[in-house]
């Protein structure tokens, strides 16, 4: 059992940047994929982005491109994203997700975070 709690989401002016953070109770995160994924109210969970557990895939949301960057620390069990350049629709609740490979999929991912929301005001 993987436990995921993220930390770093708050309130920020559009154009601004955050950085989220997740840490993980599984001393073998570097074996497990690793992501974001995002759901905004009253929408469906959206896959935000996402890292092999190997780190030779890195995949993101074409409305995150560019602007946000996902990487991991396995000798610290620890996952970020770094949110630049941040929009109004990009408010949401964040949470980080484990599982045994990367998935753009919500179904696909077995472990979840409680979530951090990020709100960004225009």
């Known amino acids: 059992q993987v436990q995921l709690v993220e930390s770093g989401g708050g309130l920020v002016q559009a154009g601004g940047s955050l950085r989220l953070s997740c840490a993980a109770s599984?001393?073998?995160?570097?074996?497990?994929?690793v992501g974001w994924f995002r759901q905004a109210p009253g929408k469906e969970r959206m896959f935000v982005a996402g890292?092999?557990?190997?780190?030779?895939?890195?995949q993101y949301a074409d409305s995150v491109k560019g602007r946000f960057t996902i990487s991991r620390d396995n000798s610290k069990n620890m996952l970020h994203l770094q949110m630049n350049s941040l929009k109004p629709d990009d408010t949401a609740v964040y949470y980080c997700?484990?599982?045994?490979?990367?998935?753009?999929?919500?179904?696909?991912?077995?472990?979840w975070g409680q979530g951090t929301q990020v709100t960004v005001s225009s």
């Open positions: 997700v484990a599982s045994s490979y990367l998935s753009i999929e919500s179904v696909q991912w077995h472990y």
């Open positions: 890292i092999s557990w190997g780190e030779r895939i890195t």
């Open positions: 599984e001393r073998t995160l570097s074996s497990y994929a």
